[in-house]
């Protein structure tokens, strides 16, 4: 009887246990996922309303994770101490600075070569470039820009525990502002005046402008958009995994615009789809595959190749009316 | 016609230019990551390389003057390979010291065997540099990477852990040390539990570390270099992994200790000791610290500073011929330097290496009492 129930017990608490840590794996998964998801709606954005394709979007979340550092390293040198007064300091700062940035690349780089009619793989080609050149530009201008920098922990520390499953308040945090994030462009774009505009220069760039939308604006408000969610997930990454560095957005932004394209290019639920679906494969791939797990991402994108060849429009196949 | 005169002037002059500058000048090579990633290595050895250089050249009883030729290999083995070729090409250079990386190195001494140029190896410590080949030319003052885990291992015996999980990037610099590791704790007390493969530019641990929690390991024994151990030591918080982080001697810099959140109490392997205990060491610092260099000499530049003067002992000796400078290095008696003895195996390898536990205590890599 005694037995029995000491084996029962052990089998209970195997079960929490397993149960504990499987939970854990999906918070991981979840907290990766939303960051990609962030990243690939501004690709599905841009596409969607522009049809191009930009390349330096990860790079821009870079910029926008060191524009956000610098002004902690400003603000702490002269003697702020409040947590909350900072972040703001630094959300401000790194969406001002990212969407100064996406109106500089829009005016100057992507409208010229739209009206002179210029190839997409022209623009493709330039973003590419820029993302490069912006990237050794952090290396280089930021002191020591060439090692990984500390990102302060200002979000209140402390963490749920059961057994193996350690959820942190400040991952709760940086998932919920994730959502909003995604609510908030999601509404901006169904609900306003703008976002309408938006919506209408996506579906027919000549009849919008016959109706009187001012083309140019759109634009440069989208580009402002996309890369002020960029510079957010750029420092919800700072904030949960403490650490950035120039090279961060490289794979961020290969991953984003896989998950934007799996999703379905130009669909706002396709890139949250995306981004969920390749944090889940990569989880995947180290929870339940027998493969070294230095090989997740083979696997992730190995995966997103296959799903490509059966459904090349992505998973939700975008339609004319469904744009953006 | 009159263009053929001027070419052929040119010609003349290029060479009567080198050839005198070769008369009384000897050009040494130093190779190392004098940008990137691990710049500020790089640029230590090469500052200490020079350092070597202009005390040898201030000296009396020298029998020629020197002159160093610095290239950056940027801890890129493409790059490596490149610059590798333009030193062992270039007829004056006699003899080099080089990189700091051990994936450039193992690439590189292909090259050096191919060009006959003597290299001794001052900072990569991959055991395959030395062993994983017969060139002759091929030499290293500083220890492989093998004798930090054995010291690692006795280590984490002496502190009573026993289970350990590996982490380990998947390029020659941590896949060696995963190996080495394997074999010594299939003796000892330790139980490997996983080694985990990484590849060297993850930015995410997460999913890794829980696999890491689950096996309730005592330590995480980190092999790789600085930037991935400060992400792999944030994110063991994240996940709530109470471990003991304990690190090859890769992550030994101050940038680990400004980068983790949580550094303090972070063990590593140090190779050698630290500069200041080292026997040359303080002397050292203080000559470093006169020739007024703009940046810090950091752990490894000793290593530099020793591997040039060795080296500047043998072309004493040899004079400026390749082969001659190569037969004499294989040869050096034993002889006290900068980080202790110096005396080459048959495969060209230094047959002493220190190994100091080293620990963060409030902002510093300090030896662990």
Known sequence: MCESMRAFGGITMRVIMDFALFTQFIINGLMQGMVYALVAVGFTLFFGVLDIIKFSHGDVLTVGAFAGLTIYLIVASIGIASPWVILVLILVFSISVTALLGAVVAKFLVIPLKQARAPALNILLITLMLGTALREAVRLFFPDGSSSKAFPALLPGGAFELGMLSLRFDSILLFATGVAVIIAMHTLITRTKLGLAIQAVAQDEETSKLMGINFEAIVLMTFMLGSAVAAIAGIINGLYYNEINFTMGLLLGAVGFSAAIIGGLGNLYGAILGGFLFAGLQTFAVVVLPIPIAYKDVFAFGVIIILIAWRPTGLIAETSSERV | ?369
């Not at chain 2, 190569?326 to 050096?332: I, N, P, Q, S």
Request: proline residues 3%.
């Open chain 2, 1 to 369: 016609m009159k263009l053929k005169i001027t070419s052929v002037l040119v010609v003349i002059s290029l060479v009567v230019g080198t050839s005198s500058a070769t008369a009384d000048v000897i050009k040494v090579g130093f190779i190392g990551p004098i940008s990137g990633k691990l710049a500020a290595n790089g640029i230590a050895g090469r500052n200490s390389a020079e350092l070597a250089v202009q005390i040898r050249n201030a000296d009396s009883h020298t029998q020629h003057k020197y002159e160093l030729v610095a290239l950056d290999d940027e801890c890129k083995p493409n790059i490596g390979v490149q610059v590798a070729t333009k030193m062992a090409a270039d007829k004056d250079i006699v003899a080099t010291i080089g990189h700091f990386c051990s994936a450039v190195a193992t690439g590189a001494v292909d090259i050096y065997h191919k060009f006959g140029l003597p290299i001794v190896v001052w900072g990569a410590i991959a055991p395959a540099i030395t062993y994983g080949n017969d060139y002759g030319e091929v030499f290293r003052t500083i220890g492989t990477l093998t004798s930090q885990n054995e010291t690692a291992i006795k280590f984490m015996e002496s502190r009573g852990y026993k289970r350990v999980v590996m982490i380990h990037d998947t390029t020659a610099y941590g896949a060696g040390h995963q190996e080495a590791f394997a074999t010594f704790a299939q003796t000892s007390g330790v139980d490997l539990v996983e080694s985990i493969g990484v590849t060297a530019d993850q930015q995410d641990f997460t999913a890794e570390l829980t696999k890491v929690k689950s096996h309730n390991a005592d330590v995480i024994y980190f092999g790789g270099l600085v930037d991935l151990g400060i992400r792999v030591r944030n994110q063991m918080d994240k996940v709530g992994v109470d471990a003991q982080f304990v690190g090859v001697s890769g992550i030994i810099a101050d940038t680990f200790i400004e980068g983790a959140v949580n550094a303090e109490g972070s063990i590593a392997m140090r190779q050698g000791a630290p500069v200041e205990d080292m026997p040359g060491g303080p002397k050292y610092l203080k000559l470093y610290e006169e020739a007024q260099f703009d940046n810090p000499p950091e752990a490894y530049g000793i290593y530099a500073f020793t591997a040039m003067n060795v080296l500047l002992d043998a072309i004493e000796k040899a004079g400026s011929d390749r082969e001659a400078i190569k037969d004499t290095l294989a040869g050096l008696p034993e002889k006290d330097y900068a980080i202790g003895p110096v005396r080459f195996d048959s495969s060209g390898q230094n047959t002493f290496s220190l190994i100091t536990p080293v620990v963060v205590k409030d902002g510093k890599w300090v030896k662990v009492e």
